[in-house]
């Protein structure tokens, strides 16, 4: 059997969508659209013609991040996934990206850890319904402030990923303070089934509340990915959450160059995710 690996196409979207909806994902044409311009890349592997397999990447400036990494199920185990992800480490290296990170789910940690990757933190998938409340007045649409302050916690402009994921069809950005330099977040409806994805959520614990219950209207449940210390955040501010499923954090390269996990984000990861 011969495996192939190549850059992710426009003609690999189908087969993108069909593979990760079967993870429960929920990928669109346009999010994985991202990975085949200029802020973003990706690889898809094929075994004897077939595509089998695919992983991507977000890129910002010195730092990447892989995700969507999955396999066709009866194939996991036969190393195809390292294959890939090895492949994609070294486009990326000579894209300048000389710090890789990921995300894993406990089933994955060994095989990144395998490959070289540290891990330094655990954060929770939760679920919450939106709290009922007053809401609040927020400035819409990113600004420059917002750039700004995810490139604080990021350590790295995200303008390409923020513009693009504020795109997506019903996607509301909200921030406060000053040209939104003191909280925002992104929300991302995902329909009936799913919910509404908020990443990134950068706030301080007492307007949490106020912001998510400013998002009355959209479908639930929330899904949020928090940091493992600031869960107690969203149980302070009476915000019911149910846990999905732990994810560890994973970086090969320049640790200066990892976002902050502050007491402040209360939810990171999106579209790089996976």
């Not at 990928?27 to 089998?52: C, H, M, N, P, W």
């Not at 303070?177 to 925002?184: I, L, N, V």
Request: aromatic share 8%.
């Amino acid at each position: 059997m011969q495996l192939e690996i190549r850059k992710f196409g426009k003609d690999d979207i189908p087969f993108a969508i069909g593979i990760t909806d079967r993870e429960g994902w929920y990928l669109t044409e346009y999010d994985l659209s991202f990975y085949t311009g200029g802020g973003g890349t990706g690889v898809v592997a094929l075994l004897d013609g077939e595509r089998i397999g695919m992983a991507t990447a977000a890129i910002y400036e010195r730092s990447a991040w892989i995700g969507n990494v999955v396999v066709d199920a009866g194939l996991r185990g036969s190393g195809s996934g390292r294959s890939i992800v090895e492949d994609l480490m070294e486009r990326l290296k000579v894209a300048g990206a000389d710090t890789v990170l990921l995300y894993a789910y406990d089933r994955s940690r060994t095989l990144y850890e395998r490959m070289g990757f540290k891990f330094d933190s655990v954060l929770w998938e939760v679920t919450a319904d939106i709290p009922r409340g007053a809401g609040g007045r927020f400035r819409r649409g990113l600004t420059e402030g917002v750039y700004a302050l995810d490139a604080a916690v990021f350590h790295a402009s995200r303008r390409s990923v923020l513009d693009h994921v504020s795109g997506r069809e019903g996607c509301i950005v909200l921030s406060s303070g000053a040209d939104g330099t003191d909280a925002f977040l992104l929300c991302s409806p995902g329909g009936a089934e799913y919910g509404t994805e908020v990443a990134p959520f950068i706030a301080d614990g007492a307007s949490v509340r106020q912001m998510l219950s400013a998002l009355g209207g959209m479908p639930g449940p929330l899904h949020l990915y928090v940091p493992e210390g600031n869960i107690r955040t969203l149980e302070r501010e009476g915000l019911g959450c149910r846990l999905v499923r732990r994810i560890h954090r994973g970086y090969i390269g320049d640790a200066a160059l990892l976002p902050s996990l502050g007491e402040n984000v209360i939810s990171a990861g999106f579209l790089e995710s996976g």
